[in-house]
T-cell receptor
Framework: KAGVTQTPRYLIKTRGQQVTLSCSPI?????VSWYQQTPGQGLQFLFE???????NKGNFPGRFSGRQFSNSRSEMNVSTLELGDSALYLC????????????FGQGTRLTVV | AQSVTQPDIHITVSEGASLELRCNYS??????LFWYVQSPGQGLQLLLK??????LVQGIKGFEAEFKRSQSSFNLRKPSVHWSDAAEYFC????????????FGQGTRLTINP
């Protein structure tokens, strides 16, 4: 069974640009969550999508958004990038939500210059 | 406030020595409990989880964890560490009510001395 796939693995963007990250969950998993990991703030929850609907949202500005497609693949978008958005963005997939055990992708390393 | 605490930021042990990583949580009701490991530049791999039942949980790679309700703790242990265990370890919880999101501790970086 294929694991969680995140693309791209690495990105370098300039301040003010926007970026889209992609996540393909494990087959059969309907929940996709996104987390931001930085040295200063650690791992923080961004949002969760379940059956194409945003079910939960963390405390991030509106520049961070996401969506989920009918095949459960998910994308997150960050607009008007700031230097502080540099981070490892991790996607987690699970059957019904984090209580049913989450599996993580390898992440996308975003660097904003 | 609800939180997860890993008191040790960095731990160094010798190869072959035993290991215990501490985790405490502060929640009204016992949440779902997890330990994840992260190697440099990689994602998170689930080591073990506790939902209910036996308080001693066995995981992958020879790890185990013990849930102690009276201490609100879920400590991770391994009898004998290997050089390949060097990584960062995260304790995480999912509250039993409300948003299904993982709340992570700050992590413990494990270094293994040869």
């Amino acid at each position: 069974k294929a694991g969680v796939t995140q693309t791209p693995r690495y990105l370098i963007k300039t301040r003010g640009q926007q970026v889209t990250l992609s996540c393909s969950p494990i087959s059969g998993h309907r929940s996709v969550s996104w987390y931001q990991q930085t040295p200063g703030q650690g791992l923080q929850f961004l949002f969760e999508y379940f059956s194409e609907t945003q079910r939960n949202k963390g405390n991030f500005p509106g520049r961070f958004s996401g969506r989920q497609f009918s095949n459960s693949r998910s994308e997150m978008n960050v607009s008007t990038l700031e230097l502080g958005d540099s981070a490892l963005y991790l996607c987690a997939s699970s059957l019904q939500g984090a209580r049913t055990e989450a599996f993580f992708g390898q992440g996308t390393r975003l660097t904003v210059v | 406030a609800q939180s997860v605490t890993q008191p040790d930021i960095h731990i160094t042990v010798s190869e072959g020595a035993s290991l215990e990583l501490r985790c405490n949580y502060s929640y009204g009701a016992t949440p779902y409990l997890f330990w994840y490991v992260q190697s440099p530049g990689q994602g998170l791999q689930l080591l073990l989880k506790y939902f209910s039942g036996d308080t001693l949980v066995q995981g992958i790679k020879g790890f185990e964890a013990e849930f102690k309700r009276s201490q609100s703790s879920f400590n991770l242990r391994k009898p004998s560490v290997h050089w390949s265990d060097a990584a960062e370890y995260f304790c995480a919880v999912v509250p039993i009510q409300g948003a299904q999101k993982l709340v992570f501790g700050q992590g413990t970086r494990l270094t293994i001395n040869p």
